[in-house]
């Protein structure tokens, strides 16, 4: 028999390489091309684009991700300055420029990875999700509790989230494969951190602080732009939980936030939270040693301050639970003018992809349904698709021509409102990590600024389940550890070496008990933030 012409090719695919549905080897799994380094992203992105895809298409009819939810409607009102300054100087945005100004809202807070019918008390991040009905169209400002993320780069979030979900053989969610993916992404070990301390578990949806999590900017009428973080922060005071108070509290009830959010609004009893902004010049800023893009980073607040632009108050529940907190439907791309895109590659992911979600989950003719149609008037060319139930056209439009442009009654193009953001970009198209990743020395910082009790129930909850892990993934969690923070890896080292005498059995991820909490029960409201 002939010796098989590719049998010694230092390039021959191996049983285990990574390919695409087409076939086609991946060679790089880790990066979308992007215009340079740290650039947006280009739309030949094919691997991506398949990727998050099938991705969005894997769970019907439950969201994929932030399943668990509940809603409620209130309104925003805009303070009209951003600091000392009129808010104009940053943004032409309709909603915030006036003192007093109201626009109706609808919030969604949800759990992230867990399924509609799970215990709120378990360890996770939780979805704050703002929905702004302006006069010039709805706004969707679409993040979570915490202001960081695991990655900073969307081709990875397919991976993230399948390694955080039940096993596909036992559909059992474990631990090792949640520490596999985080000790192979060192970019992950912040957010780590924050969920296996209190953090990760905020007592309710009232008192927990909300954050945009990505880079987003704004632009004033003249055309300039800045970058912008979005943070909510409660008025009713921040609580979280130790392990064992939600252990406690899921004994009794796995519905206790809803419960909480529903009864304080019903009561007359209506919560709010401000919300303030980081504001920074629209640049690299290589005099920090992170880069502002990145979203596993925060941005220090000494170097840029909070600055308060408006306030949220919630004050009526839904009438239907279906209707309106399920059927909602975010997306980070539902931007207004005077709000706009930074480079952020977690960003630019998502906004291909929560909108590509919705179609597949509501249906084409999601943007029709009361709880997502602006309270404005609604014209396009845009008609057919399951469940269409209304054409959206205006008043004397000549119902034969559904194109653009047109000189025989069609629709017409609006007036740009104050002069376009045109950011000027050049570079290779590569794919290719940012510069300037600096992985674990927030996560240092962050472990010194907890108190004692939230470092030791951070420290019992990772030894809980990484006492469960293959040793490799605990010396790489412990490296991490120790490189952010020498006290953070000498306790996380002897707390295993403690955990391996004793022996453990295996419990799935956000089901631990834990050690012995300590007897201070939550982390009340604070002037300044830990973190």
Not at 456 to 474: E, Y
Request: net charge negative.
């Amino acid at each position: 028999m002939a010796e098989n012409p590719t049998t010694n090719n230092s390039n021959e695919e191996q049983e285990d390489t990574l390919t695409n549905r087409q076939g086609h080897p991946v060679t790089n799994n880790q990066n979308l091309r992007t215009v340079g380094s740290r650039g947006p992203a280009v739309l030949e992105n094919y691997d991506f684009l398949e990727k998050i895809s099938h991705f969005d298409r894997e769970r019907i009819p439950e969201r994929v991700v932030h399943a668990r939810g509940a809603g409620a409607h209130g309104y925003f009102e805009a303070y009209g300055t951003a600091g000392d300054e009129p808010v104009s100087n940053y943004t032409r945005a309709k909603l915030f420029q006036n003192k007093g100004k109201q626009t109706p809202v609808f919030v969604r807070f949800s759990s992230v990875i867990h399924g509609g019918h799970s215990p709120e008390t378990l360890r996770d991040p939780r979805g704050f999700a703002v929905k702004f009905y302006t006069e010039d169209g709805n706004w969707d400002l679409v993040g979570n509790n915490l202001k960081i993320f695991f990655i900073r780069d969307a081709i990875k979030f397919p991976d993230m989230i399948h390694a955080f979900k039940p096993d596909p053989i036992t559909n059992i969610q474990d631990g090792e494969r949640f520490f596999d993916f985080c000790a192979s992404s060192p970019e992950s070990f912040h957010m780590v951190t924050f969920v296996y301390s209190p953090w990760g578990i905020p007592a309710n949806y009232r008192m927990m602080q909300g954050s945009g999590v990505n880079t987003y900017k704004w632009v004033n009428q003249e055309g300039v732009a800045v970058l912008v973080k979005y943070h909510w922060e409660p008025k009713q005071g921040i609580k979280n939980l130790t392990q064992q108070q939600a252990s406690e509290i899921q004994g009794t009830s796995f519905n206790h936030a809803t419960q909480d959010l529903h009864d304080a609004i019903k009561d007359g009893d209506y919560p709010e939270w401000e919300l303030l902004v980081q504001i920074m010049s629209d640049n690299e800023h290589l005099e920090l040693d992170f880069d502002p893009l990145d979203d596993t980073k925060l941005w220090p607040e000494d170097l840029f301050p909070w600055i308060p632009v408006g306030k949220m108050v919630l004050n009526k529940n839904p009438e239907d639970y279906f209707t309106e907190v399920e059927q909602v439907a975010f997306g980070t791309g539902v931007l207004v003018d005077g709000l706009d895109f930074s480079d952020d590659k977690m960003l630019q992911g998502r906004t291909f992809s929560y909108s590509d979600t919705q179609r597949h989950r509501v249906g084409a003719n999601y943007l029709q349904l009361p709880i997502n149609s602006p309270k404005k008037r609604v014209a396009t060319n845009q008609s057919g698709g399951q469940m269409q139930y209304k054409l959206d056209r205006a008043p004397g439009q000549n119902p034969h021509i559904n194109y653009e442009p047109s000189i025989l009654g069609g629709l017409k193009e609006a007036e740009q409102d104050g002069i376009e953001h045109t950011p000027f970009i050049e570079g290779d198209l590569v794919r290719e990590s940012i510069d300037r990743q600096s992985n674990t020395k927030q996560a240092g910082d962050t472990y010194r600024n907890f108190e004692e009790w939230e470092r030791a129930d951070l420290i019992s909850n990772l030894v809980s389940d990484l006492s469960n892990c293959d040793p490799r993934i605990q010396i790489k969690m412990i490296a991490l550890a120790e490189e952010a923070d020498e006290e953070y890896g000498r306790r996380l080292r002897e707390g295993l070496a403690q955990a391996s005498t004793k022996g453990s059995s295996q419990k799935p991820l956000g089901n631990r008990d834990g050690d012995k909490a300590p007897e201070k029960a939550v982390k009340k409201a604070h002037d300044a933030d830990p973190y």
